[in-house]
């Protein structure tokens, strides 16, 4: 029997541990995970990741096929008004078409200001270490058919307007950013998945300004105040159709609110860890429709709040019921979650290239254990 101990030790660190890549080996993969990561021919075969997405995101195909260029970034340094051939902002934006970006090697990107990505792009970080830094960070602006994947993206900075090259080569200024990881504006059909974002001077993700059909799915969140904003602000009625899907991440440790917070759309928020949060983890404004569903929510054992949900109902559409409520999820040291509205009234509607199955709220820990930028051999399985 004792030939079998270190890999029960190594089964029982998995289960306990709260630290995404930590075991991937013990962990039960998610529907998307499942998809592409048990292939250890997935560097040949890297387009297979477009078909793995599920929720509103739906199936990435316009960003495969014969007419797809590859684009290796081989330079780390960065030019936001004349980007060098090799650097990630000439791949981004001055390549016309589908254009299929991956990494020679590991390598830390400072930008020098925000980078706009083009439509029908894919940046895959997989088989290298790559961490993205400085002012902006990533910015997809009426862009449509986009993926984000495999990235760090951290220490992200407040910008005054200025200009930067845009989509298609084009010049373009820039008002105000915040410093967010990832902002997205005005854009369609995005899916963010397996990032590990943290410690930015804003929030990690912005999706606004009529944004929608987004998916946002095993990125590991921590060391944030504001973590994710769905829905530009009280006044832009366009966020009405907003739809987000937020499943298989991994909050915390060290977040304190918005995971996400959502303004007058709608969010399927499902499979999700939650490893405390000091002010709430999922809120809104706006009477917006929130689905909860089979999260794993860890109360703060000491200090913050039990609750799981806030809600501005002060600035909130009079005479329009708030759908807002919990399916399946687990809670824990206390957590407790309020609902609103009618049960099965804010039913995400899926279409067949959309829906996923939604696992139990006790399988979160192990299908969010590979949460964040992944450690991929270039030869093995991730």
């Known amino acids: 029997m004792a030939v079998f101990r270190p890999f029960v030790v190594l089964l029982s660190i998995c289960i306990l541990s709260f630290i995404p890549n930590a075991c991937h080996g013990a962990s039960k993969m998610n529907v998307i995970d499942q998809c592409w990561r048990m292939n250890s021919n997935w560097q040949r ?13 739906g199936k990435m195909t316009n960003n495969v096929g014969k007419n797809v260029i590859w684009y290796k970034v081989t330079d780390p340094s960065d030019d936001p008004v004349n980007p060098k051939q090799g650097t990630l902002r000439y791949g981004a934006t001055m390549i016309t078409g589908k254009v299929w970006i991956t990494f020679e090697k590991n390598m830390d990107i400072k930008l020098e200001k925000p980078l706009l990505i083009s439509s029908h792009t894919a940046i895959d970080g997989r088989g290298v270490d790559v961490s993205i830094e400085g002012i902006g960070c990533l910015v ?3 862009a449509t ?8 993206i951290h220490h992200c900075k407040a910008q ?3 200009s930067v090259m845009g989509p298609d080569g084009k010049l373009m200024p820039l008002g105000q950013m915040d410093g967010d990881a990832i902002r997205l504006v005005t854009a369609s059909k995005v899916w963010i998945d397996h990032n590990t974002l943290y410690s930015c001077q804003d929030g990690l993700l912005d999706v606004t300004r009529g944004s ?3 998916t946002v799915s095993n990125n590991w969140f921590r060391d944030q105040d504001k973590v994710m904003l769905l829905g530009h602000d009280d006044g832009y009625l366009r966020d009405k159709n907003m739809k987000v899907t937020v499943a298989f991440n991994h909050f915390g440790p060290n977040c304190n609110q918005r995971m996400p917070r959502v303004r007058h759309g709608y969010a399927h928020v499902a499979n999700n860890l939650y490893l405390g949060w000091e002010q709430y983890a999922i809120g809104g404004s706006m009477n917006p429709s929130i689905k909860s569903e089979s999260n794993h929510f860890i109360a703060p054992k000491q200090s913050g709040k039990k609750e799981v949900t806030w809600r501005n109902t002060e600035i909130g559409a009079k005479g329009k019921p708030w759908n807002f409520y919990s399916v399946g999820d687990m809670f824990t040291n206390g957590a407790s979650f309020v609902q609103t509205g009618r049960r099965g009234t804010a039913k995400p509607n899926y279409n067949k290239e959309q829906t996923f199955k939604v696992g139990s709220a006790n399988s979160v820990q192990s299908m969010t254990s590979s949460a ?3 450690t991929c051999s270039r030869t093995l399985t991730c």
């Open 140 to 142: 997809v602006y009426k």
């Open 45 to 57: 075969s890297r387009q297979h990741l477009a078909t793995c997405s599920v929720g509103f995101a």
């Open 160 to 162: 005054g307007p200025s």
């Open 212 to 214: 929608t059909f987004v």
């Open 145 to 152: 058919d986009v993926i984000i994947h495999g990235l760090k």
């Open 372 to 374: 964040g930028a992944l």
